[in-house]
Structure formats: C-alpha cells, structure tokens
C-alpha cells in the first residue's frame, strides 16, 4: 500500500511519519504531530526540521493532541489547518459521531445560542449519554474537548491576524466570560492571549488578511471558471486573468439580532496550497461565521484522496475539482431557482435584474463591487408584477417568495450544520420546487457531499442515458458506486471526466 494511494483515514504511523518528512500538503489537516521533546504539536506541513521518529506522536484530530498536553505550534499554525471532514453511508455510530462533530464546527447552526453536550444530543434526537460515547470511541475526546479546542483554535487565529480586543475576541470564540478565556489558553498554551499577537501590514482596500489550509490537488481554474460563470456584476468579480486568481464579492451575515454588510477579496496561493483571504473590517464582528463560510464556499477542507478513493474507477481524472459552496445558502437556493430549466447565461441574466432592481446598494473600495443580494425580507415582500417584469415565470415567483418566506420564518435554514434530509423535503414541499433544484441545493448550500440530482439533463448526457425511458432511475443506480462522494461524481461528469467504460449505457431499469 503505497503512500500516495491511501487514503488519510487509513494512514498508520509510519505513514505518517513519511507524510511529515516529505511535508505532503495532502494530508494537512488530516493528522497533528506531538513532538515529546518539545511539547508542541504540528501540521505536517510545518517548516520545522522533522523530529526524530521516537520523538513523535500521532493525532487524527487537533482537539486529541491538546488532550495529551500538547500546545500548538506558533510557525505552522494548526488554526489555518483544513478541517478533517469523513463520510460513511455504513456504520451509523461514525455517522452519528461525525455528524455530531459537523454541528459543533459549524457555528451558523447554533446562532445565538451556546452549544452544550445536552443541545447537541436533541439535535441529533439520541441520549447525551450516547453522543459522548460514541463520540469519545470515534475521536478520543469528549464533545466538549473538541469544542474547546475549535474555540481555541479560533481565539489564536483571531489574536494572530487582527487587532480585535482580546475581550472581543473571547466573546466571538464562544467563551462565556474573558477570565473562562484566559484560564483556558493558561492550561492549554502556557501562554497569555497577547503573546499570540503578530505583526502585519494593512492591506490595500482595508480589512484584514487571513490565510486558510487546504489540501492539494485543487484545481483553481475550474472553481474558479464556475463561479466566474455564473458572476453577477456589482455584486461579484472574477479575476482569472490576474496572478494569482483572485475573486472578491459582497454579502451578509446575519448574527446577534444584527445584519453585517461586507465584501471579501479571495486569491490562492498554490504553492503553499493556502487562500489569503482579504475582510472588510465592517465582518470583524462575525469573522469566525466568515472563515467558516469561506471554507465551504470554496470547498477548502475536501479530502481529495478519500474522494478520488471511490471515484477514480469512473472518473481517472479531476481529483483536484472541488463542490463549489455558497458564502450564503439563502442566495444559492434563490439562484438555484433562476436556473431551472434554463442555461447558466440565461440565469444569470435573471439573477442581474434581480440584483440590479432589488439589491442594496453597499460602499466598498472596489469598484466592481457596489451591491448586496436582495434580502430574504425584500424577496418575500416582493409582488408577482415585480418580479415578472424581470421576465421570473410566475411557478419561479412562487417558488422565491416561498424560499424567502420560509428564511424570514426561520423555518429554512440554509447552511452546513442543517438536517440534510428534513431540509430537502422543505424545499420539495414549497412550491416550485423539485428534485433537482432540492438536490442542487443539498450539495452547495448544505455541502452534503452525497447530494445527486438524478434528473439533470446534462447528467444524463456524461452517463449516456439520455435515450432511456428512465433517465433518472439509471442515474440514480449509476450512482451507487459513487456513494458517499456523488456530488463529487456530479462535477466530474459535467466536466466531461466519466470513462467510456462507465459511460455505457445500464440494461433500461423499470419505472
């Protein structure tokens, strides 16, 4: 079993050991490294000169090698790390365990509130009993440890990168009071709050810069080309042209009663295999909120090695595509809707009008971006003749208004800690809307890696099925060898990757 066909799930210690020695990009995140004469843990990325084999030990996650004391080191920087992100469709107690882990990662799901181990079990409809025990045997800590360690993690990069008071910064990690802090980065880091701080100039625009981990290969032209494909102007721009690539765009962020108008400016740096990433100051409130999002948007914590595991037999190429997220699910699901039935250029131009007649006009130093995306209230408020004379069909209209509605509602939530299944079947229910846009939905805004709009027409085209009496039905058995990676399979088929050997058309399945 060579190194560069296992994958990270499967590594043992030795093979770890070779992934540090080489400082393989592709497992960041995916293993920490104690050093026993040191104390400190690493990514295997670090600069460092590599530690002694005896002198090493090995962790699956962050929160396992700060349990066993080890402090994180202040040169590579665990925080910028790829979040470690594995799937199963069999064993329900790993499912269980990394679905508990998903919701305590992702802070949209929680809003305003404070996640605790008994929130986390009524989430997952089981026992706190059970959650910690499955949790403890999956992880080798506690709910609780894990959580620590991210809020941790996220104080250290906020005391790295920005100027935000380290009372600000307690609060936006998710202690509950600044002495909780400081006791807590005492026992962890032997350190105090602002002996993390460092130096760095201000970018031109203003903000803030951040740099964030992924692992390689990802193939930035292609993200890149989607996005730039589907770019609504003033309220995104693309520069595929520039070196390096850079996009930059506006959004919101709804937290704490209050809605934080913004823009970002993203580029990659692929040679360290990071995305510096550029924040308006006006996001300083919600950055943590931001970073996440931005990490789901662009796909940042893909494991290519697991995916590329199950779909190489299909799809030989394109393990550095990645599923292209949403900085907001409210706006994906909307624009989901626009393109139904229609071309992507058809949809954009739908989704300009929208824009340019309902968006608010929002000041940036960029010229290229001057509007934020019609908010949910504005969409919901908006009447049939508003919305046809942008030439919206009125089963469109609806099905906006609906979306809208149900967010104003909070009976929608659109992002990466929602319920994949119940929300899929809100969308269904609302009306207007089908499997495909439900699916399509599930695999951006909700980055469910297994979503499969089994009704696609240009899906069917890649498999060769299109002549069938069932398309869908022989997608969806198609498709089973793909599991749980589908979405995956989906963007490597719209771009054309699928084998001769698979495209062969299944025997015609019964209705």
Not at 102 to 130: C, I, M, N, Q, Y
Not at 290 to 319: E, T
Request: with cysteine; charged share 20%; proline share 7%.
């Amino acid at each position: 079993m060579t190194l560069a066909a296992t994958p990270t799930a499967l590594l043992d210690d030795d093979d770890c050991y070779l992934a540090l020695k080489a400082k393989d990009a592709r497992f960041d995140g995916s293993f920490f490294t104690g050093v026993t004469s040191t104390g400190i843990y690493c990514r295997p990325v670090c600069s460092v000169r590599t530690p002694l084999r005896r002198n090493c030990r090995f962790f699956s996650h962050a929160a396992q090698a700060e349990s066993a004391g080890f402090r994180p080191c202040l040169r590579c920087r665990p925080e910028m790390a790829p979040h470690s992100v594995a799937w199963s469709i069999q064993d329900a107690s790993f499912i269980l365990a990394h679905q508990a882990a998903r919701l305590l990662d992702e802070p949209d799901h929680w809003a305003d509130e404070t996640p605790t181990l008994e929130k986390l079990a009524a989430r997952l409809g089981v026992s706190s009993r059970h959650v910690r025990r499955i949790f403890e045997a999956q992880f080798g800590v506690t709910p609780l440890q894990y959580l620590q360690t991210r809020r941790l993690l996220t104080a250290k990069q906020l005391l790295a990168d920005t100027r935000l008071p380290v009372t600000q910064v307690a609060m936006m990690s998710g202690f509950a009071s600044v002495r909780r802090f400081n006791a807590a980065f005492a026992q962890h880091y032997q350190l105090n709050p602002t002996q993390m701080r460092r130096q760095g100039s201000r970018p031109a625009g203003g903000g803030i810069t951040l740099r964030l981990g992924y692992r390689p290969p990802y193939d930035v032209a292609a993200m890149l080309a989607f996005i730039g494909k589907r770019s609504i102007n003033a309220l995104e721009f693309m520069a595929a042209e520039a070196t390096p690539y850079c996009t930059g765009r506006t959004f919101c962020v709804a937290s704490g009663g209050r809605i934080h108008a913004g823009w970002l400016l993203a580029s990659f740096d692929e040679a360290r295999s990071q995305l510096v990433l550029q924040v308006s100051e006006s996001l300083l409130d919600v950055l943590p909120l931001v970073i996440r999002r931005v990490r789901a948007w662009l796909d940042l914590d893909a494991d290519p090695a697991a995916i590329h595991s199950v779909l190489q037999n299909s799809f030989p190429g394109g393990d550095g595509l990645r599923v292209p997220g949403a900085l907001d699910g409210y706006e994906l699901a909307v624009r989901a809707v626009l393109g139904q039935q229609i071309t992507v250029a058809a949809a954009r131009t739908l989704a300009q009008r929208l824009v340019d007649r309902l968006g608010t006009p929002i000041e940036t130093p960029w010229p290229q971006l001057t509007r934020l995306f019609p908010a949910p209230a504005v969409l919901a408020a908006a009447g049939g003749d508003a919305l046809g004379q942008m030439g919206i069909v009125r089963q469109r209209q609806a099905a906006i208004v609906g979306i809208a509605q149900a967010v104003v509602d909070k009976h929608l939530h659109l992002h990466g800690g929602a319920d994949v299944n119940a929300t899929v079947a809100l969308l269904k229910s609302l009306p207007g809307i089908g499997d495909w846009t439900a699916q399509y939905i599930a695999m951006r805004a909700l980055r469910w890696p297994d979503a499969f709009p089994a009704g696609d027409v240009a899906l069917h085209k890649a498999l060769g099925v299109q002549g069938l009496k069932n398309p869908a039905r022989a997608a969806e058995l198609a498709s089973n060898a793909w599991k749980p990676w589908r979405s995956y399979a989906v963007l490597r088929a719209w771009s054309g990757l699928l084998t001769l050997e698979s495209a062969t058309p299944p025997p015609n399945p019964q209705p």
